[in-house]
């Protein structure tokens, strides 16, 4: 029930895109996110696909990983083509009963299809060839400002990387609790939505007792390693920016640029 | 040989309250403990559950302050606001549940949390958590992931992760109760290893006698006393007070004792199946 989750969906490989700094790839992310929202026209798509595939093939993660990435939003995704599909109104080009297809219609259908798909790829991207770690720590970094703030930024990552580090644990704790929950007669099973949710309260109660039986066993490991917030720290795997983070920066920099050129309808 | 752990009078006090924070009861869980442990020595701290062994331990790493009396661990008094990060870094505690204390998501970033913590600065971190995992023989597994190690490998790590913060003494609180007699093995074997060769104070909890036998010393608690001392070989020898306590003795020095009240003649105190055979044949 729980195998397929991936979270942590790292794909262990050596890439160009693999070596950059976190953040680089945050950013170029975010780059990449708001150029996919700003292009309008076809050529825009062409290039953000472009930009997409040589990206993938950069970093070297077979397709078939992103694809999988796709699964989930694959509903969203009929929705979304569909009901711009017969809602649009404009030009009618076809049309059965109350149901009509228009050329805008169509036309807004494939841009909002294409845009979605290029949105979860362009950041599975991302969360495919950065660990967990690493990217908790550029977060981490990215949004040390916010100190000022006083959003305690540190402590969120910290939070982040043990969440990450306990899910697994917890998810194979529930394993155990609902076997042994089945093994009393609890039916998980159950029909209807009443009876499933009823069903959920022997499985949900102990894994709580638990979780904070565990919070509070760590909480004792980690003063006892002398744990005491982010002042004072020093870091294992400090983040450094190298050439090929310039490198990538210019890449995507350019890549906006084309997009704002041709994608956005300027030249016509 | 200078004193690492000097505990005076110690006695400590759980209070139970009810929801308005009135005094419900008071549960003594150590009384009047005074005891001290030489740097380098192994030290086995034995009881059955609820002896007040694990809170005896946590007075060593400034968990728990004493009610009364005083706990020097290095020579600085751990109820002291201003000692308590030093206190914890020359005792580093190890825990019981191996999965609770693991904090990296990988071994090698687990084992650089502590030094992390403690300001060390980046290429000394890597020297250490290097130097750490050899010395329980954790080196090759460095960049797996905690989840995919046995129990005793995962101790391990935690062991690792402790002495990378370069502790004088290492207390340990039942660390092999939650694992297989094979990881036990690995992890008594790793500690004994780190006793001889770093000369680091071991200070073992836990109510498993076989773990004790390479003790330089073993304290026996009943009832938040210190009801026996001694070196494993007159612990023992006692079988019949040992039992009174709740406590089993180890299979060899069991059957040893059975055979010498049939009227086997042999030694007290036997401790391993080898010295029994050696006495027998």
Known sequence: MFKDMTLGQYYPIDSPIHRLDARSKFVGTVIYIVSVFMVNNYIGYLIAIAALLTFIAISRVPIKFMVKGMKSIVVLMIFAGLFNLFLVQGEVVWSWWILSITKEGIDTAIKMVLRLALLIMGSSIMTLTTTPTSLTDGLESLFKPLNVIKIPVHEIAMMMTIALRFIPILTE???????????????????????????????????????????????????????????????????????????????????????????????? | MSKIVEIKKLLFDYIRRDEEGNVEGITTAVDN???????????????????????????????????????????????????????????????????????????????GFGPENLGVPTPMIWERVEKALKAVNMYQFRSKSPNRLSGGQKQRVSIAGVLAMQPKCIVLDEPTAMLDPSGREEVIEAIRELNKKENITIILITHNMEETIYADKIYVMDEGKIAMEGTPREIFSEVEKLKSLRLNVPQATMLAYELKKAGVPLPDGILTKEELICHLS
């Open chain 2, 33 to 111: 403990v005074s005891l001290t442990i030489s740097q380098g020595d192994f030290v086995a701290i034995l009881g059955h559950n609820g002896s007040g062994k694990s809170t005896l331990a946590k007075h060593l790493n400034a968990i728990l302050y004493p009610t009364e009396g005083t706990v020097l661990v290095d020579g600085k008094d751990t109820s002291e606001e201003d000692n308590i990060w030093e206190v914890r870094q020359a005792a580093s505690m190890v825990f019981q549940n191996p999965d609770n204390q693991i904090i990296g998501q990988i071994v090698e970033e687990d084992v």
């Open chain 1, 173 to 268: 704790e529930m394993d155990k609790i609902m076997k042994a929950q089945m093994a009393r007669g609890v039916d998980f099973e159950a029909k209807g939505l009443i009876k499933k949710a009823k069903s959920m309260i022997p499985l949900l109660v102990p894994l709580f007792i638990s979780a904070f039986r565990r919070a509070n066993d760590l909480a004792m490991a980690m003063e006892a390693r002398c744990y005491r917030g982010g002042k004072g720290r020093t870091k294992m795997k400090p983040l450094k920016y190298h050439w090929n983070d310039a490198v990538a920066f210019l890449i995507m920099c350019g890549y906006l640029a084309l997009c704002i050129i041709f994608g956005r309808g300027v030249l016509e």
